[in-house]
């Protein structure tokens, strides 16, 4: 069966001041939020979490991305993006991490905003308003560090026990006024290779 909705919510948040300085661009950051009831709840240890997947994965991936495109004004807008998902006491973090962590999920999002690098992410724990925290990475350079943001929000009744909070999470531009650089201007000072920045 495909996921059980019981709510949706949609996070805006637009920063036009950082560090008492008028944003030259407001950074304009969006959530896009599903309240579930876990799909395995009440079954106990469940050795194969797959026909669940399969059956609800997809249709959060798709609904969520909708959500992020009607706020951001469509997918070459967003230029962050991210996701995360908290389970219920009564669940596993398997069960959070097994609705994202699938290209049935991801992939209705990076296709919609035509991103190359991986989406970033949470999985965790928690009662009812347990803290939601959406890392966000640049949607095609994963080095570029303007763009290494973090929604931060929680709904106030969820998730319930035997829920998930399941979220998407996008940015129209990076932190105003960033100014740590890059992660190339550290790999060419180190004399480190982008494809091995630990030198091992």
């Known amino acids: 069966m495909p996921a059980e909705i019981r709510k949706t919510l949609l996070h805006v948040e637009e920063t036009l001041i950082e560090g008492g300085k008028p944003a030259e661009v407001p950074l304009k950051m969006i959530a896009a939020v599903a309240v579930i009831k876990n799909p395995w709840a009440g079954q106990g240890f469940v050795e194969d979490l797959c026909p669940a997947i399969h059956d ?43 609705l994202i962590h699938t290209l049935r ?39 570029r560090r303007s763009h290494y943001l973090t929604i931060q929000l929680s709904v106030a009744d969820a998730p319930g026990p035997d829920e998930i909070v399941i979220a ?24 480190h290779d982008a494809d091995n920045p630990a030198a091992v």
């Not at 909708?66 to 973090?93: C, H, Q, W």
């Open 56 to 98: 609800c994965a997809p249709g959060l991936g798709a609904r969520l991305t909708a959500m992020i495109l009607e706020a951001a004004g469509g997918g070459d807008r967003v230029e962050g993006y991210g996701k995360s998902a908290i389970v219920g006491v009564n669940g596993e973090v398997e069960h959070a991490s097994a």
């Open 168 to 191: 998407l999470g996008a940015s129209i531009g990076g932190r105003p006024h960033h100014r740590i650089g890059d992660r190339y201007q550290d790999l060419k000072e180190l004399g």
């Open 105 to 143: 999920f991801g992939n209705h999002f990076r296709e919609a905003v035509g991103a190359k690098s991986y989406l970033a992410f949470t999985n965790t724990r928690g009662p009812a308003n347990a803290p939601l925290q959406i890392p966000l990475m640049d949607k095609n350079d994963g080095g």
